[in-house]
Structure formats: C-alpha cells, structure tokens
DNA sequence: ATGTTAGGTCTTGTATACAGTGTCCGAACT
DNA sequence: AGTTCGGACACTGTATACAAGACCTAACAT
C-alpha cells in the first residue's frame, strides 16, 4: 500500500462534469448571466442530473454561479467593479503566500517553481496562449502550496481560477512582463527573503490590475462593456 | 416587484440539512476524522441522501470535510499546527477587511457593527455562551460586509466559520478582552482611519493566536492533544 | 384597455432504485 | 502459523422517477 493514493487516484464523473462546467464558464462558452438548466446540462454532457447538481453546488461556493432556491443557477456576473475588488485580495492573499514561501522555502518547492516557470517559457515560445494563461494559474498556485498553508491553499486554488476568468472574460493580457515579475519573485522566495518576497508579489498583481484596468478603459470606449 | 427576493426568501431542505452537518462538526458532535455515512446521516436528518451528498460537497469547498472519491467523506483533521496555519490568513483577510471597511465606511454599516456589538454584550452579560461564540463571527463578518468587497466576504465566511470551529475544538476561550479590541476596532472603521483600523484588526487576530497558542499547550500538557 | 385568474408547462427539489467498487473477513492452501 | 484467494457486505456513484413550485400565457371580467 503506497501512499501515491493522494486523491487523485479515482476520478468521478462528477470531477469531470465540474472540471468541464468551470473550464466552459472560464472560456466564456457560458456567458455571465446564463441560466445553467440541469436538464440540458445532464443531456449536453451526457449525464444524469445528479452529477450536474452536484457540481452546480461546488461551483456556487467557489464564486462562478449563482444559485437561486426554486428558480436555478446562473453564471455568475462580473462588473468591472467586482472584477477590480479581486486585486484587493489578492494581493493581500498572494503577499502572504509570498511570503510563506520564502520562510519555509525547500529545495522540492523551488524546483517545482522553477519548473512551471521553465514550461511557460516553453508555451510563451510556442505561441500556445492558452497554456500560457493556465500556467500562469500554475505558478502562483504553486507559490500557494510552497507556503505550506493548508487553509490558504484551499483559498486560493478558487481564487486564482477566478483571477483567470477575470482576466479572459476582459481581453485582458499580460506580455512578457509578467513571466519577468514570476522571476523575479521565483528569486526573492528561493533566496529566503520574505519582505522582497511579499513586495515582489503584490507588486505583481498591482501591474495585473493595471493591465484589467486598461482593458476595462478600452473596452468601455469601444462600447463593449465587460458585462 | 419588490427587491425582496434576496435569495433568502425560500430556504430548502439541502441549507437545512448543509446547516445542521455544519453545526454538528462545529460543535464537535461529529468529531475530527469521523466517517461521515451517507444513509446515516440521511436517515438521522429523515431526508434522503442526495441532500446530503449535495450538503457535503459545500462543506467540503469550506474545508469541513474531506471527501475521497469511492470511500466517502470524513470530517477534516484539524491539527495543532493547521490551526495555527489559519490565524496567518485571517490575519492577511481580516487586515484587508478592516482597511477597507474603514475606507468605504456609511452609515448604515457603522450602525450594523454597533448592533453586534450590543448584541453581544447583552449576550456576555446574560452568560449565554454560544451565542457569544455566534455573535463573535458575526462581528467579524460585519467588517467582512462593511468592506463592500463580494469576492472577499464569499471567502470570509467559511474562513471565520472554521476559525470559530478551531476556537471551539481547543477548548480555547477569549475573555472581555476580545470585546474591548471589537470595541476599538469598531471605532477604528467608524473614524475612517485605514491604517488604525488594519493594525487592530491584524491586533486582535494576532491576540487570539496567543489565546489559541495558550489553550493548545494547556491541551498538550494534560494530554489532550487537539488532534 | 387593463387587471386578474386559471391552466399548462418548465424547472427545481426530493426520493428511490440500481450498478459498481472497495473493504473486510474467513477459509483453504502452503 | 502465515499467506493468499475468494466471496459477502457496505458504501458510494449514477440514473430514474415523482412531487412541488414558479413562470408564462391566455381567456375572462371589469
């Protein structure tokens, strides 16, 4: 009996119908508003309602619908507004994951840091952007797990998924300064410094919210208003 | 049409049921590390399972529970050190709630923190204990609204929930102290002072770490673990 | 013309039934 | 005596069925 049996061994069909249900919402397949009808979920995935409901529910908790008792769910909407408030947490959750990071650093997390960083720089030279925005997720996800903070780590996985969602449902993007500023805190982590760690990483998701705010101002000019 | 329609208007078996598995942990009626069956408990509530299997799923987004796919769901571990790991990110949340409730102070949220406020006095006077606990959270998730941040309150909520469940399970008490710091903090946000109202929020967290630190050396001593 | 009410339809909420998988225990074999 | 194999049992995963409520429409009355 090894201990590789850490969950992901067996996969239901109900992991994979939330999986394929938050990808969907993420890639804008279901717009913000939409009435998410079990039924036609059940059907459209081949499921019966059961593992539909139940993914609806986790959904919910994680921020992407809204549900209703007796009426339904609903893809939850997004308001510019709403999207901007995100930064807010995020740089105070990200900054201490940081710096977490850099106090309990190890070999095993920085490896694993360096080699997220090692595969988008692969995807960035590829051209595959969508790897590109799910490695980006990746990486500060593992800065998450590097904190070694259980709790903090079952916060941010749904957070950083909705960070993502901000950022594609507002056509926002991030050049090749971010994967720099992932260095940059990459190095700040791995040689142990947690106020350069923190600052570094706040300093990161400041840049992002100024690149959501440029995207906002554009699409708002050109009258395609995010929600 | 009225605004009404909050959501709260109806309320369904599976909130019920959600509320009730979620109290019984809390209160440790279902211990740490207990199987949570799924015909058991349908029968003990007198519903079937798919309301509890729907209510298992949201308490295992908040992290009361952990489910493992094709054996069944547990009630989450909750070591010393997890507990601990904890009072790090409220310190990080909480201190952004205080800041911003501060900055986005009205009336009306200044009025909603004085009624908790009251509320718990009378309750500390009355010696009602639970309620105490209750209206403890439900100061903390005042600060959390008064924010006015969406993404940041759907977060705190089961944040604090666990808080005061990790409180609870150490046998951990605060005394008038935690009262008085609400107090302050109170007037912190009342005031506008952003900086004050951070650094007393961060305050009282780090105070309820010492309690919590306290109570779990108390428990180490007499060997009662916490786990 | 407008308000109201009754019926039908659509969708959710809940229960029950069935299938598949893992676990545990005992018996047979080494 | 220890080990391995097999089968019964228990529980989860999934599907189907039924109940109840909400919304929409249309006919009717005022």
Request: aromatic content about 4%; hydrophobic content about 45%.
């Amino acid at each position: 009996m090894s201990d590789v049996s850490l969950g992901a061994t067996h996969r239901t069909l109900r992991d994979e119908v939330t999986a394929e249900l938050r990808r969907r919402i993420m890639s804008g397949e279901f717009g913000q508003g939409e009435r998410l009808v079990e039924d036609r979920l059940a059907a459209l995935l081949g499921v019966s309602r059961n593992p539909v409901r139940e993914s609806i529910r986790v959904l919910a908790a994680e921020g992407f619908v809204q549900v209703v008792p007796r009426f339904g769910a609903t893809v939850a909407t997004l308001s510019a507004e709403e999207g901007d408030e995100l930064f807010d947490v995020r740089m105070a959750v990200e900054g201490l994951a940081a710096r977490l990071a850099a106090r309990k650093r190890t070999t095993a997390s920085a490896e694993r840091l360096r080699r997220v960083l090692e595969e988008a720089r692969q995807a960035v030279d590829e051209g595959r952007l969508d790897a590109v925005a799910d490695l980006n997720t990746a990486f500060h996800l593992a800065v998450g797990e590097a904190a070694g903070n259980s709790y903090l780590n079952l916060m941010m996985t749904p957070m950083l998924q909705r960070a993502q969602w901000v950022f594609s449902q507002t056509a926002a993007a991030r050049g090749p300064h971010s994967w720099s500023e992932h260095l940059s805190l990459y190095e700040a982590i791995a040689a142990g410094d947690e106020d350069e760690a923190q600052a570094r990483a706040v300093a990161h998701v400041a840049a992002a919210r100024r690149s959501f705010l440029t995207a906002v101002g554009r699409a708002n000019r050109t009258k395609h208003a995010i929600n």
